[in-house]
């Protein structure tokens, strides 16, 4: 179980941890509310999944960035 732990990969959480109202996303690692409770038991492949996810998610800055003031 601990090799498992260590093979999987890390939450995306940044501690900037507030819901957008619109996109339902967290404004710090752009993750869904379903995502981030599911997180603790996912197996390191859906884990990898949603991070793939997290990349391509539209209008998303990157987690762990912030997107440029305008």
Not at 2 to 23: E, T
Not at 28 to 54: V, Y
Request: glycine share 12%; hydrophobic share 35%.
């Amino acid at each position: 179980m601990a090799a498992d732990l260590r093979l999987s990969p890390a939450s995306p959480c940044i501690g900037v941890c507030r819901l957008d109202p619109k996109g339902g996303l967290c404004l710090g690692c752009r993750r869904t509310l379903k995502e981030i409770a599911a997180w603790p038991g996912l197996a390191p492949e859906e884990r990898a999944r949603i991070l793939q996810r997290l990349r391509g998610r539209k209008g998303a800055a990157p987690p762990g960035t912030q997107q440029p003031s305008s």
